[in-house]
């Protein structure tokens, strides 16, 4: 009998998927690491400028974002094509900044709230006045530290 | 002998990971937020402002316009954005202590000893027209000039980065650069 009988007749053997489980747990684990959760549902299209002196966001429970930028399509019948504010998940116009962010405030811990930060995502077309108009109301309610949320700028 | 447990079937359990995987690719987002780091100024009543007569001298505002069509005013002549951190940094430094740059006064700074401060300050105004992209992308230049600055002193002072260095030689060399970029109310359109 010789050792070397092909198997005729038999086809390829088939391959295990034993391991598939745990290549796909290693997948899971490196996107649940990676990634944050989605914070909100942006209600506004944004695209954000680019910038080089970039810091990062570091404490992300002490960051409040405001959303700056036209409403998305499905949004603008009722709303209109004019760039709007966004906060939490709805629409807001600027005197409703000074109340979003004593309720941000109030969300934190009191030895926190000096850190806290305000995030603006604005979009690159928006003019400057709806931006002015948010800037006077954090310096009225006392937001001072923000962040001009941007990409990173590829090195010319 | 033991009686034999039956053995779990493993066959759904990739299914059941992938199910997981999918649903945490969905909700999550893998933007890391940077930004750029502002510090708005405090809320000054505007009734109180009025008494208060600003005595800055004119050699040392830098003064950058931004109009409704996104143009660069940088101290009374057109300029592009490209020109406008070489501009500032020129402005900051003042290495030759010309004439028209500002003047600077003796401070006392530890690891530095006695050393001469700018009191150069760069005032920023922008329309109510002008663009948010453009505003932000002259914020940056600014902020840049300051910070080429303050790396290039403290790569020839410390022969490091300046984001390498402890938190009191930054303090040190904030104080010989600091970033004093102050941001006018817009004007109205009439500009």
Redesign the interface.
Known sequence: MSKFRKDDGKGTPEIS??S??DI??M??FF??V?????EVTLKVKMRI?????????EK?SL?SYIYIGEPLPMYQKTFGKAPRIQLNDQFATVDEVQDFIIAEREARDEAEQPFM?T??K????????I??DV?QE???S???????????KAER | MAKKVPEIPGSSLADIAFMLLIFFLVTTTMDVDSGLRRKLPQWVDPSELKDQNNEINERNIFVVLVNKNNDLLVEGDYEQIENLRERAKEFMANPYNAENLPEKEPMEVPYFGQVMVSKGVISLRNDLDTQYGTYLAVQNELVAAINELRDELAKQQFGKAYEDLDDDKQDAIRKIYPQKISEAEPKGKNI
């Open positions: 998927t034993a598939l489980p796909v747990f997948l899971l996107f649940m990676s990634t944050t959760m989605r400028p680019e910038a080089t002196e970039l810091s990062k966001l992300k960051v930060v995030s603006l604005i979009d690159e077309n928006t003019r400057m006045s931006v002015g800037k954090l310096r009225k006392a937001a001072l530290n923000i962040n001009y949320s941007s990409r990173k």
